[in-house]
């Protein structure tokens, strides 16, 4: 059932009549690279079901809108030596906007590769210690997104609920913002469709909010997964056009 692929329709009420409905192709691709921050084997390892997840989901958003995710064939690996000594991170652990804005020298793949950056669970953002996600287009590098082990990989439940984090973070790569502050409300208190891959949201009394799966989605295990506007996405140097 990929794109490119065939949709067979067999029946045994048809009798051998068989009805093929062709997918249609991927018409672009995005190119991405693992890189992993200040973890050993172990915590690899531990972590390797949340990124999993992520993974999939990512390549299944995509997929919805003819986009193929392609990996990198050589992922990258920054020791937690480096990572402290090129931030100049002492006792505490929690990185601001100024070492966040040195992370990009320390990566090596060029910048048409979308970075999915793994930090260790030692580290979480200064300013925003919840999150799942970073994106740093805000510093002039939006081909680089930092992924919290520390909040992604807390338990199973966050490994679900976080489970489209990286989509949602490269959709920040690919041009989107995000769509309204909490809870799928647009700034003038308006409805986005439910599901929007971009929506954002916070835990409001003890329910999650429009950022975790939501209960009755049509995909059990998923967030979001609608791109509203996928001519941006198409149009970004960053989702390269296939040729016909």
């Known amino acids: 059932g990929r ?15 068989v009805i093929d409905i062709p997918i249609k192709k991927f018409t672009h691709k995005i190119r991405y690279q693992n890189v992993f921050v200040g973890m ?6 531990e972590a390797q079901n949340c990124m999993d997840r992520n993974e999939l989901r990512f390549w299944q958003i995509y997929a919805r809108h003819h986009v193929e995710v392609v990996e990198e064939a050589a992922s990258q690996t920054i020791t937690d030596a480096e990572f402290r000594n090129a931030l100049s991170v002492g006792l505490f652990v ?10 990009p020298s320390l990566l090596t793949a060029p910048s048409n590769v979308i970075k999915i950056v793994w930090v260790s669970k030692t580290y979480n953002r200064l300013l925003d210690p919840g ?6 287009g805000a510093i002039g590098h939006r081909d680089v997104c930092l992924m919290w082990l520390k909040n992604l990989n807390a338990n199973q439940q966050a490994v679900e609920q ?37 929506c954002r949201g916070q835990p409001k009394d003890g329910i999650l909010g429009s950022n975790f799966i ?5 995909d059990a295990s998923a967030k979001h997964h609608l791109i509203k506007d996928h001519a ?13």
């Open 3 to 17: 794109p490119g692929g065939i949709f067979r329709i067999e029946c045994t009420d048809m009798g051998t009549q």
């Open 40 to 45: 050993d084997e172990s915590e690899k390892a």
């Open 94 to 103: 929690g990185l601001n906007n100024t070492q966040l804005g040195q992370i």
């Open 131 to 136: 999150a799942g996600g970073t994106n740093l």
């Open 162 to 198: 976080f489970s489209q984090s990286v989509a949602h973070e490269v959709g920040h790569s690919l041009g989107l913002g995000n769509a309204g502050p909490i809870d799928h409300l647009q700034t003038d208190g308006t409805p986005y469709l439910p599901y929007m891959l971009m």
């Open 214 to 218: 939501i209960p009755g989605a049509p």
């Open 232 to 244: 941006i996405i198409t149009s970004s140097p960053l989702c390269i056009p296939l040729p016909h």
